[in-house]
């Protein structure tokens, strides 16, 4: 079966069960997934890891990380909230075990990418570039989880070639980060470019950069450094990026970057969004702010009307 077969049949009722605090009613619906889709383990493993330490069962939690690092899979067990299962009987192996494997992993890995070409592309005609990038998760940060929310489709129909990036910094065995380390995400992202551009005919003057949440800040953060010529950046929920400054900012207001931020209506009042707004009004760098209506640190349902719209205002048609 395929990876929208899980994910039509178990995944989505999950998350809905999960944002309704419904956690063991998830955790049961789940159960029969591990047989009938042992290829999405880590998946099934880490939604059901989530109820278990949102319920407080630490016990439980340490179980289903025994599973995963028997099979050869390591999770994201290394913020705050976590730390109660260290105090697990048993568990200073386990755990051990976890590390071993992403050290492991951490030492062949690199950043990946996947292409998507407009209808009617050719090597002979100039393509713009549109660079998407996850967020910062051990369970969503990936291309396949960023590529199912925020579809490829607004971008190919106004002829972009769409890049997905995946970060060479792991949290887990399915899931990586950017902030963790700026550096290296400007590397990471600039290589992906410099080979995107060797491979096809892109048009360098119309480079989008976008994401979701570490993504998001991935992308101002380029596009506000000049790591290579970005018209412009779509960040959807960002945090204020390492070194953001007026001088950045008054830099690409000159060379011409415009900017696009969505943020969810329960989440707009954040500081560091406020910080970003008020320096972007002091030196008149050409923004928009979209609030998505009933939502929090999230994919609004209306996101590709919503991109056609912020591409639009970046290429400034």
Not at 37 to 49: G, T
Request: charged share 30%; glycine share 8%; proline share 4%.
């Amino acid at each position: 079966m395929s990876e929208s077969d899980y994910f039509n049949k178990y995944d989505i009722k999950a998350e809905e069960l999960y944002d309704l605090e419904k956690f063991s009613e998830a955790i049961e619906f789940l159960e029969p997934a591990f047989e009938e889709f042992p290829e999405q383990y880590f998946f099934i493993a880490w939604r059901v890891l989530v109820c278990y330490r949102n319920m407080g069962q630490f016990d439980k939690c340490l179980q289903i990380v025994n599973g995963g690092v028997k099979r050869g899979y390591f999770f994201n067990l290394q913020w705050k909230s976590w730390d109660p299962i260290r105090e697990v009987d048993g568990a200073e192996p386990i755990l051990a075990e976890n590390d071993r494997l992403k050290a492991e992993a951490e030492k062949d890995t690199k950043v990946r990418y996947e292409v998507h070409l407009p209808d009617g592309y050719t090597q002979e005609n100039r393509s713009p570039l549109f660079l998407a990038m996850h967020c910062d998760s051990g369970f969503f940060g990936n291309v396949d989880e960023h590529r199912r929310r925020w579809k490829p489709d607004a971008m190919l129909r106004r002829g972009f070639i769409v890049v997905y990036l995946q970060s060479s910094q792991l949290l887990s065995s399915e899931g990586s980060e950017w902030e963790g380390n700026f550096q290296q995400a400007r590397k990471d992202i600039r290589q992906c470019c410099d080979e995107v551009a060797a491979n096809y005919t892109v048009d360098t003057e119309k480079v989008i950069a976008s994401g979701f949440s570490g993504g998001a800040s991935a992308s101002i953060d380029i596009a506000l450094k000049d790591i290579f010529p970005v018209k412009g950046f779509i960040a959807l929920c960002p945090d204020k990026p390492e070194g953001f400054s007026r001088e950045l900012c008054e830099n690409a207001r000159q060379r011409g970057t415009r900017g696009v931020i969505m943020e969810g209506e329960e989440t707009c009042d954040n500081p560091g969004l406020q910080e970003m707004e008020s320096v972007f009004k002091e030196v008149g760098f050409p923004y928009e702010l979209i609030i998505n209506k009933g939502i929090g640190h999230w994919y609004p349902d209306d996101i590709a009307e919503k991109v056609g719209k912020a591409i639009t205002f970046i290429l400034n048609e």
